[in-house]
């Protein structure tokens, strides 16, 4: 079975610049993940969706960052502008979304660096 | 919301020693609580879990303990190998939705 896939893997831009990070969930999982993850700390949630309904955005700076979730499999998170302190990993994860028993998986991640 | 402390940042240990790792948290209503190894550059692994309705859970060298009234829950790994060297996160959750992560372990077995 293939686990979430996540591209690119870095990401090297100037500040104000736009960019784009892509996940695929593992086949089947309804629910879908994005956390940020800074260095020495542990993921942060920024958005979770239920198919393609964004269920928990509170954590999303709404001033500069999207995500999109259109057909309920593949997700795009955007920045943009990028600021400087966006600088660090973001990772997509999936599971099933049966609730209690639920098990998340997480992907490589996209380690962005902002210049 | 939830608040998930982890304890301590840091720890070695000799190869062949247990290692012992501790978070607790805040909201009652967490039922879900998954521990999630990561090398470096590495995605999180989950390693083991446990739920609300168990107070632990053992696999091979790896257990968790929960204790519900107190708010806590702890992994133990025993007899330790190098190839455990690695960050160790802690989560909590209610009924799989929003995951609150502890800060991280970084736990380094010396050969």
């Known amino acids: 079975e293939a686990g979430v896939v996540q591209s690119p893997r870095y990401k090297i831009i100037e500040k104000k610049q736009p960019v784009a990070f892509w996940c695929n969930p593992i086949s089947g999982h309804n629910t879908l993940y994005w956390y940020r993850q800074n260095l020495g700390q542990g993921p942060e949630l920024l958005i979770r969706y239920e198919n393609e309904e964004a269920v928990d955005d509170s954590q999303l700076p709404k001033d500069r960052f999207s995500a999109e979730r259109l057909k309920g499999v593949d997700s795009t998170l955007k920045i943009q502008p990028a600021e400087l302190g966006d600088s660090a990993v973001y990772l997509c994860a999936s599971s099933l979304g049966l609730g209690v028993t639920d098990t998340q998986y997480f992907g490589p991640g996209t380690r962005l660096t902002v210049l | 919301g939830e608040n998930v402390e982890q304890h301590p940042s840091t720890l070695s240990v000799q190869e062949g020693d247990s290692a012992v790792i501790k978070c607790t948290y805040s909201d009652s209503a967490s039922n879900y609580f998954p521990w999630y190894k990561q090398e470096l550059g590495k995605r999180p692994q989950l390693i083991i879990d446990?739920?609300?309705?168990?107070g632990e859970k053992k696999d091979q060298r790896i257990a968790v303990t929960l204790n519900k009234t107190a708010k806590h829950f702890s992994l133990h790994i025993t007899e330790t190998q190098p190839e455990d060297s690695a960050v160790y996160f802690c989560a909590a959750s209610m009924n799989g939705n929003q995951f609150y992560f502890g800060t991280g372990t970084s736990l380094t077995v010396i050969p």
């Open positions: 446990i739920r609300s309705n168990v």
